[in-house]
């Protein structure tokens, strides 16, 4: 595949798979490289709206390396919290921050864990309304099919509970556009691979680290306006569906209500 083409949707979930394993162990720093720390700040924001009752449920789909999960056990120490990844390495990286979190924690012990668990979150591995919470955080561009991923979210959100997702978004047309697609699809290349060089997890092979870097803004200026998004949390059986932008219009923060 030629590294400055988004790969088939047949080859997709396949890619995307091998790209996060590939870089899975450098994802954490450039998160915050990109977005300038601003993602510690979204992740808090996506948790507080999940609104989560004492000793509630929450599920954090393509949870990576957890960052929103852990967000969830700091804030909510009685909670019970699964992130669900299909790429192994992403929560590899997740599960060994596990010890970096829980001496944090006043009173860390078992149940301060965050619990990973392999799964595909077009499929996903639960029971029907088992979470009080269902949250995403830069998922939804990665997957074959929206629809199938708000729908099992549906499914195994409880009645009147709330999914959060945090995505980014196509820059909005103001005259800053040029220059954040200029940031997205020239700097960002630039700084994945400065910054992704090293040794991957697993031994797995895994597909160039520039071509990740590529792909990952590629996706965000093909994706869909938070508009658009909002009507798809409709269709999937969710209510009272509303969204935030960040960053200028370039992420945005959608709740609504199974
Ligand atoms: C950009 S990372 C986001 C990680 C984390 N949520 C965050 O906020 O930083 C996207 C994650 O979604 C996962 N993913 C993509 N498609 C998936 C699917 N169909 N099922 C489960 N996980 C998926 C990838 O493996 C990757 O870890």
Same mark, same amino acid.
Do not use: N
């Given at each position: 595949m030629n590294a400055s083409m988004p790969p088939p949707a047949s080859e997709k979930a396949e890619y995307v798979n091998q790209m996060f394993a590939g870089i899975a162990h450098r994802y954490d720093l450039l998160n915050r490289l990109m977005t300038a720390g601003q993602d510690v700040n979204w992740r808090r924001?996506?948790? &507080?709206?999940? +609104?989560?009752?004492? &000793?509630?449920?929450? #599920?954090?789909? @393509?949870?990576?390396? @957890?960052?929103?999960?852990?967000?969830?056990?700091?804030?909510? +120490?009685?909670?019970?919290? !699964?992130?669900?990844?299909?790429?192994f390495e992403m929560m590899d990286v997740g599960r060994r921050k596990r010890a970096q979190y829980a001496t944090r924690l006043p009173h860390a012990g078992q149940t301060d864990r965050v619990e990973f668990v392999q799964g595909d979150g077009l499929r996903l591995p639960f029971a029907d309304g088992y979470f009080d919470a269902v949250t995403s955080g830069f998922l939804l561009r990665n997957v074959t099919d929206v629809d199938t991923c708000l729908a099992e979210q549906r499914r195994v959100t409880r009645p009147g509970g709330r999914i959060v997702c945090l995505e980014t978004s196509p820059p909005?047309?103001?005259?800053?556009?040029? #220059? #954040?697609?200029?940031?997205?699809?020239?700097? !960002?290349?630039?700084?994945?691979? #400065?910054?992704?060089? @090293? !040794?991957?997890?697993? @031994?797995?092979?895994?597909?160039?680290?520039?071509?990740?870097y590529r792909y990952l803004p590629q996706s965000t200026v093909a994706f869909l306006q938070p508009d658009v998004m909002a009507r798809q949390f409709e269709r999937a059986g969710f209510r009272h569906v509303s969204y935030v932008r960040k960053m200028m219009g370039t992420v945005a923060i959608h709740v609504g209500t199974a």
């Open positions: 924001e996506v948790v &507080a709206l999940c +609104r989560l009752p004492y &000793a509630g449920r929450l #599920l954090d789909v @393509g949870t990576g390396t @957890g960052d929103i999960a852990y967000e969830a056990k700091r804030t909510h +120490r009685d909670a019970e919290v !699964i992130g669900c990844d299909f790429t909005p047309p103001t005259r800053l556009a040029p #220059l #954040l697609r200029f940031y997205m699809l020239r700097v !960002i290349p630039v700084l994945g691979q #400065l910054f992704s060089t @090293g !040794i991957g997890t697993q @031994g797995k092979a895994t597909r160039p680290r520039e071509s990740a």
